[in-house]
């Protein structure tokens, strides 16, 4: 397990590495530092920009309350849920619009800062591969050797985020427990109920746990709503 | 988690009677897994083909609950049984599932200000559940048991059935076959006598004998 982690950890590094050097070879025009700074400046202003109109749009749904104050007074729990239904139509599907649109322009931008930062963050670790192998020449050919032969991986940035995540758990975890013996494998070893034993059983296979965890929740949850349901009927 | 649910289908002093309905079927009324498994774990754990120990089993099982589920057979010699036969990994999920509430059960406490120690409650559901898992405990529970009541008043009334033990694994426990009706379930003129006896044996074993276990009456 914790070769396999390990050698998973130096794949994932090659996925960093890999599209680091593919996107330096594309990347003709090293934008100046200053220039990035210009870049973080416009785009924090659109950021700010967008959450504030988002906030302004936000604040007309507050007149929610009023079908609801009526239901105190009248108790017309339908007729203030037309109310609502009415307000949906009308105002607040024109106001959900806009604010989607905002959100549309949020990850626009940050889209573009994410590229301008990963081509700063590309020339930097170049400058450094430079300065690293200038200091000592003869890794050169063995560098180039493990590049080429470790495989790269090439995802769409989300399952990069999970799988990385997910690889570098694994990593610490092993490091973590180098010096401990195996977990068990079963986590009822003894055959007898043992909540130490399946805990370390469990933490070594994070994926099941929180799937299960996950389809327990839904579950859980849909006959929360149902207990709800039957509670206003 | 239907093993929780099955806990509860009991509690009509926290349940109201809807959800007792509703919660009951997890007695003996949860889908049951593939009787191909089932027979595939009776010739692992008997060591031979089913059809060289049975002349006939039921295609389909009588009854399922969370832990296993029960088949009808008859054996060469003529013995009706009852075959049950333990859900597959089934101690595997009852541990992920005890690991998951173990952990959300301090979060449970301080969310709800609840009064109890939440963790030693999963605890002891946890080895009660597990403590199941074992037939050939559940049958050594079930010969205790009736060579105890068998020095008690309820001897002529009370009976728990006999065990083949050369058939009884840790996952496959067989028993004679009765017949016989759930109380709650049955429209018998002596429901009521019935359900005194059983009162009556509830307290014999829990003040007398030290052991809880089901039974027939």
Request: include cysteine; glycine fraction near 4%.
């Amino acid at each position: 397990m914790r070769l396999s982690s390990l050698l998973l950890g130096a794949t994932s590094a090659s996925a960093f590495v890999a599209p680091r050097q593919s996107h330096l070879e594309a990347s003709k025009n090293v934008p100046p530092t200053h220039s990035l700074r210009i870049s973080l400046d416009d785009g924090i202003s659109a950021v700010s920009g967008a959450t504030a109109k988002i906030s302004e749009q936000l604040s007309t749904l507050s007149t929610f309350a009023k079908p609801l104050d009526a239901v105190a007074t009248t108790f017309d729990v339908i007729g203030a849920l037309d109310s609502i239904n009415e307000l949906i139509d009308t105002t607040y599907q024109k106001d959900l619009n806009a604010i989607l649109s905002e959100f549309k322009a949020l990850f626009t931008e940050t889209n573009m800062l994410e590229s301008e930062l990963g081509t700063y963050l590309s020339n930097v670790s170049k400058e450094i591969d430079q300065w690293l192998l200038n200091q000592n020449p003869s890794v050169e050919s063995l560098y180039n050797q493990i590049l080429s032969q470790i495989t790269t991986i090439k995802l769409d940035s989300p399952e990069v985020l999970a799988v990385s995540a997910f690889i570098t758990y694994t990593i610490v975890t092993s490091i973590l427990t180098w010096d401990q013996p195996p977990p068990p494998s079963k986590p009822y070893p003894l055959e007898r109920y043992d909540p130490i034993a399946a805990q370390v059983y469990f933490n070594d296979k994070p994926l099941q746990a929180i799937s299960r965890g996950l389809e327990i929740s839904l579950k859980s949850l849909k006959f929360a709503l149902s207990l709800l349901k039957d509670t206003i009927e | 988690m239907p093993l929780v649910g099955q806990s509860l289908s009991i509690r009509t002093d926290i349940l109201s009677p809807g959800y007792i309905r509703g919660l009951a079927s997890l007695q003996d009324k949860v889908p049951a897994f593939d009787s191909k498994v089932a027979k595939q774990i009776l010739e692992e754990e008997w060591g031979r083909p089913v059809d060289s120990v049975l002349s006939k089993i039921s295609d389909e099982p009588v009854a399922a609950a969370s832990l296993g589920q029960v088949y009808k057979a008859t054996m060469k010699d003529g013995t009706e049984v009852a075959i049950k036969v333990q859900r597959p990994n089934i101690s595997d999920q009852i541990a992920l599932d005890m690991h998951l509430l173990r952990e959300f059960a301090p979060v449970a406490k301080r969310t709800f200000n609840l009064n109890t120690d939440t963790v030693g409650t999963v605890d002891a559901w946890g080895a009660g559940f597990v403590d199941e898992l074992d037939y050939i405990q559940e049958a050594e529970n079930g010969k205790y048991f009736m060579k105890k009541i068998q020095e008690t008043p309820l001897k002529d009334v009370v009976i728990a059935p006999t065990v083949v033990d050369d058939l009884s694994t840790s996952s496959v426990l067989v028993t004679e076959w009765i017949d016989g009706q759930r109380l709650d379930q049955s429209s018998s003129e002596d429901i009521t006598v019935l359900c005194s006896i059983c009162m009556n044996t509830y307290l014999t074993m829990l003040l007398e004998l030290g052991l809880l276990r089901t039974w027939k009456t």
